[in-house]
């Protein structure tokens, strides 16, 4: 039984098959580039943040390299700067990412044998905002791995130059908080949600989510609380989509 | 040095998220799934945004209405950057008129 929904991820017959690995992957670059204003300032943030917090300027530079992982750095800095302990952080960390399981599970469904570059090195540049623009790019039939992956790189090079410069110039800078700049970091995932609130399902999901997560976040732990938020309110919207009435008017 | 060995380790534990999701049979997902999978992002993005936006720096009503003027240009013209720039833009304004 084909959803609604696995039809729109199928999307239309992809002129993109006959482009090249080089110019897919220049795409998933360029269709990334808006979201560096967001990842530029997130990133001199974030370096200023680690700094203040303890960690050296290789370590900082290290985190944006090796982590690469918005959310998940911005939370190791801030649990490290309050002097918690490598269990609590790297729990946290965990907590942060599994949600990219299910970005790869996603992936993973849209990968043809063959396809460049290969899931080890790909994985790397599974981040959110990749995920994101590499899916939008899917429902206009323009998708690939190989643009996953220039999203990916696009962003990473961003960030890591920001870390960069945070960490050279963050004595420097007014600190970033007090001018508000990290509004720019929910921001930067409001515009990424957008697009996907095509269907009345859709905007029902994301209203259960958001109202979901800001009551468990008073209840619990803001990591386990987000993971909580997302599996009920995907449980929410698979439910919706096995109703048939709704499923004619609002599927995603 | 500690910090690096906690570094590594994040960075391991990150990856292994990634590549896991990779390993799993892609035959072995219902439509079920499918559906679910497309929820994700939705969901997990909902999560993302709004507690920044909820709570934060500046004024609520700064961060209302910067959110609110971001939405408004991303719904109209289709740009991210246009829509962050404003949302930046109202947030500053809000607080400085305000």
């Excluded at chain 1, 203040?52 to 290290?62: C, K, V, W, Y």
């Excluded at chain 1, 490290?80 to 399981?101: D, E, Q, Y």
């Excluded at chain 1, 890591?160 to 970091?185: H, K, Q």
Aim: aromatic share 10%; charged share 10%.
């Amino acid at each position: 039984m084909r959803t609604d929904t696995l039809e729109r991820i199928e999307g239309e017959p992809a002129a993109a098959a006959s482009e090249t690995f080089r110019q897919q992957v220049r795409l998933g670059f360029l269709t990334a580039l808006p979201l560096w204003v967001g990842a530029l300032p997130f990133g001199v943030t974030f370096a200023v943040l680690a700094r203040t917090a303890g960690f050296s300027a290789l370590e900082t530079q290290a985190l944006s390299v090796l982590v690469l992982a918005g959310s998940a750095q911005l939370a190791i800095v801030t649990l490290f700067g309050g002097g918690a302990g490598a269990i609590a952080i790297l729990a946290t960390t965990l907590m942060l990412n599994l949600r990219h399981i299910l970005y790869a599970i996603s992936t993973q469904a849209r990968i043809q044998p063959g396809d460049r570059p290969s899931r080890p090195i790909l994985a790397h540049f599974l981040m959110d905002e990749a995920y994101g623009l590499a899916t939008r790019e899917y429902l206009k039939g323009r998708g690939s791995t190989a643009v996953l992956f220039g999203a990916g790189l696009s962003l990473a090079i961003c960030f890591n130059v920001a870390t960069f410069i945070g960490i050279a110039f963050g004595s420097m800078l007014p600190y970033p908080e007090r001018i508000g700049l990290d509004f720019i970091f929910p921001l930067s995932f409001l515009a990424l949600l957008l697009p996907f609130l095509r269907s009345r399902n859709a905007v029902l999901v994301a209203a259960f989510s958001a109202v979901t997560v800001l009551i468990t976040r008073e209840l619990m732990n803001p990591s386990v609380a987000f993971m909580l938020t997302v599996i009920v309110a995907v449980t929410l919207g698979t439910l919706l989509e096995q109703r048939p009435g709704l499923k004619k008017e609002g599927s995603v | 040095m500690e910090n690096m060995a906690l570094i590594l380790a994040a960075a391991v534990i990150t990856y292994l998220t990634r590549i896991a999701g990779f390993a799993l049979n892609p035959s072995l997902l219902s439509p079920r799934l499918h559906a679910a999978l497309a929820y994700i992002p939705i969901a997990a993005f909902s999560a993302l945004a709004v507690p920044g936006i909820a709570t934060g720096s500046g004024t609520l009503d700064a961060r209302l209405a910067g959110a609110l003027a971001a939405a408004l240009v991303i719904y109209r013209f289709s740009a991210l950057w246009a829509g962050l720039t404003a949302g930046m833009l109202v947030f500053w304004l809000v607080q400085w008129v305000a």
